[in-house]
């Protein structure tokens, strides 16, 4: 039973190309993210949504366009990709933290390993 | 801003030793503070955390305690194993955005 799913796992295309990267979630999460691990492990946050509604944004390129059709959706779409962007991208979920405030740990997918040649 | 500091790796040990990875951090407030692992070619899992000062977090033997004074969550394991080959990452989280602060990551390496 996997709890949150990203295909595809690997990715090889040309610059210039797009591509999208889908995650879902069966965890009934409301807040979805999506991370970029570089090529020395470095782990940075690039979106949130929570309930399909846009939370936190990176000062991640335009290029990027996160997309979340519902609450246990949310895709990744990478216009005229290049070769800075290869990279492995995470997905991943947790709860909302509520009027409370709590903070809920996440839980990441498997990984997407982008190559951009 | 918040931010999490690990000791570089790669870190070498032979099975049955004991092992310690620093993890120092910065933030207002009371954070979350997580250990996730990363085995080799997979994605990122959740190891253990503390919610609050003085918390003890613990899974697989491994356990981290939150030292609110020092502003450290240093990992331990009293005997590893060469299945424990892996990228280790501390991590802070607010609870205010919920985004997670990641260190650098620490490779473990354990040899038989």
């Known amino acids: 039973d996997t709890a949150v799913s990203q295909t595809p796992k690997y990715l090889v295309t040309q610059m210039g190309n797009d591509k999208s990267i889908k995650c879902e979630q069966n965890l009934g999460h409301d807040t979805m993210y999506w991370y970029k691990q570089d090529s020395k492990k470095f782990l940075k946050i690039m979106f949130s949504y929570n309930n399909k509604e846009l939370i936190i944004n990176e000062t991640v390129p335009n290029r990027f366009s996160p997309k979340s059709p519902d609450k246990a959706h949310l895709n990744l779409h990478i216009n005229s990709l290049e070769l800075g962007d290869s990279a492995v991208y995470f997905c991943?979920?947790?709860?909302?933290?509520?009027?409370?405030?709590?903070?809920?740990?996440?839980?990441f997918g498997p990984g997407t390993r982008l190559t951009v040649t | 801003g918040n931010s999490v500091t690990q000791m570089e790796g790669p870190v070498t040990l032979s099975e049955e030793a004991f092992l310690t990875i620093n993890c120092t951090y910065t933030a207002t407030g009371y954070p979350s503070l997580f250990w996730y692992v990363q085995y080799p070619g997979e994605g990122l899992q959740l190891l253990l955390k503390?919610?609050?000062?003085?918390d003890k977090g613990s899974n697989k033997g491994f356990e981290a305690t939150y030292r609110k004074e020092t502003t450290s969550f240093h990992l331990e394991k009293g005997s590893v194993q060469v299945s424990d080959s892996a990228v280790y990452f501390c991590a802070l989280l607010k609870a205010a955005g919920n985004k997670l602060t990641f260190g650098g990551g620490t490779r473990v390496l354990v040899k038989p």
């Open positions: 991943a979920s947790s709860q909302e933290g509520g009027q409370r405030r709590r903070a809920y740990e996440q839980y």
């Open positions: 503390a919610t609050k000062a003085d």
